[in-house]
């Protein structure tokens, strides 16, 4: 990951995890209900946890969160001490469990190693959740991004598509739901995982 990047989200507090609600869920609606359909009962790393709002969609044995801030790692741990929260040093060092979600954590990814990243996490997990607003028009600019904003890089459903594809993984369904702190834009869970070849060798 580029410094400048990781730097940001290891200097970045809380700041930029829930953008500008004053309640868990931006979305406007409790995507664990979501979560927890798509899930069922794997093992899930939770990469790019943040303060942990997510993690009472699951068992707290079935559940692992990793995130690079470590103010939001402390704050997950108090408020959740029944889940087990980790401070990576890097975004490759995480644990790997059945499944992995990556919520709203590949669009901060700058381009230039976003295809090792999604190597990496084909190589280590069999399931996966990407789920964020998956609209390339959405990156604007360096000019035009407002300052102290966060990187991003997002892209179209097909892209990642086409990026998992190269490692054995296959949609297996694609979930558009309303993300009503942004009008008129829906957050993607793009939900893939891996295919009989890549399992069997070939």
Known sequence: MKPQILEFWRQAQLFHINPGVA????EGWDVREELREIFGDRHVSDIGCGYGRLCTAFRP?????????????ETARHRYPEYRFTLMRDPSDYGTNDAALLYAVLL???DDDIEAVVKQLCDSVKFLVVAEIMLRSWRGSDATRQKQ????????VAEYVAMFAKHGF????????????????????????????KEDGG
């Open 170 to 197: 296959d949609i297996d369904d694609v979930v558009i739901a309303p993300y009503k702190r942004y009008p008129d834009t829906d957050m993607t869970f793009l939900v893939l995982a891996r295919g009989r070849s």
């Open 149 to 156: 904003a966060p990187p991003v890089f997002n892209r179209d």
């Open 108 to 110: 901060h990814i700058h």
């Open 23 to 26: 309640n868990d869920f931006p």
């Open 61 to 73: 044995d079935h559940y692992a969160g990793y995130d690079l801030n470590p103010v939001a790692i």
